[in-house]
């Protein structure tokens, strides 16, 4: 069993850049297909973003497509979320998740997932 922990969220204003990092603990980590959510105050919880094993795939939301990407490093266990040209309506919780099967479109959907964070706290000021 995998464990998760998010890190990088923060305050921001609106244009700047943060880096969230989601540690992964407990399990084989280079097993595992990598995602992104978010969500925001009475918002059902959106996919942000997906992560092959190797990091040679990714998926986007639209909301977010060509402003943030998605790497992984699994030498170090961690996957990342670079969010660059941020917009208050990006303000969310954030939370990683973890699957053992490999990447399919399926990952932009919540239900493949069987681990996740505690999620990190992204607030874009206007």
């Known amino acids: 069993q995998v464990q998760l922990v998010e890190s990088g969220g923060g305050l921001v204003q609106a244009g700047d850049s943060l880096r969230l990092s989601c540690a992964a603990s407990?399990?084989?980590?280079?097993?595992?297909?990598m995602g992104w959510f978010r969500q925001a105050p009475g918002k059902e919880r959106e996919f942000a973003a997906a992560?092959?094993?190797?990091?040679?795939?990714?998926y986007y939301g639209d909301s977010v497509k060509g402003r943030f990407t998605a790497s992984r490093d699994n030498a170090k266990n961690t996957v990342y979320l670079q969010m660059n040209s941020l917009k208050p309506e990006d303000t969310a919780i954030y939370y990683c998740a973890a699957d053992q099967s490999p990447l399919t479109a399926q990952h932009m959907g919540i239900s493949p997932y069987d681990y996740w964070g505690q999620g990190t706290q992204v607030t874009v000021s206007s």
């Open positions: 992560i092959s094993r190797t990091g040679a795939v990714t």
């Open positions: 407990g399990g084989s980590f280079s097993s595992y297909a």
